[in-house]
Nanobody, 115 residues
C-alpha cells in the first residue's frame, strides 16, 4: 500500500527557510512521478514543484529560484527546500506520487510565513 507522510512545516518569518520532507513507503522509490502541491485558504490546490521518474524537475513560476525539489533514494524521501519565503507561500503543502491511473496524496503539512 502506497503511503506518503509529510513533515517539516511550521512558522517562519518572511525571508526565512524551511525544508519539507515526504517519507514514502509501499512502492519502489523512483518509479513514480512525485511532486509538491499547496493549498491556501479559500484557494484551489496548486502545483509547486514536480520531479519525474527520470529526474526532470518543474516549478511554478512563483517559486522558481527559491524552492528546490529533490529525492533522497537512501531514505525514500522527497524533499522541498524552500528559501526566501514570502507570506504568500503560506499554505498547506501536500506530497503527491502518481503513475498511470494511480494517484496518492499525503495528509499535508502547514507552512505559515509571517511578515
Amino acid at each position: 500500500q502506497v503511503q506518503v507522510v509529510e513533515s517539516g512545516g511550521g512558522l517562519v518569518q518572511s525571508g526565512g527557510s524551511l525544508k519539507l520532507s515526504c517519507a514514502s513507503s509501499g512502492f519502489i522509490f523512483g518509479t513514480y512521478d512525485m511532486g509538491w502541491y499547496r493549498q491556501a485558504p479559500g484557494k484551489q490546490r496548486e502545483l509547486v514543484a514536480t520531479i519525474s521518474i527520470g529526474g526532470n524537475t518543474n516549478y511554478a513560476d512563483s517559486v522558481k529560484d527559491r524552492f528546490t525539489i529533490s529525492r533522497d533514494f537512501a531514505k525514500n524521501t522527497l524533499n522541498l527546500q524552500m528559501n526566501s519565503l514570502k507570506p504568500e507561500d503560506t499554505a498547506v503543502y501536500y506530497c503527491n506520487v502518481r503513475r498511470y491511473s494511480e494517484n496518492y496524496w499525503g495528509q499535508g503539512t502547514q507552512v505559515t510565513v509571517s511578515s
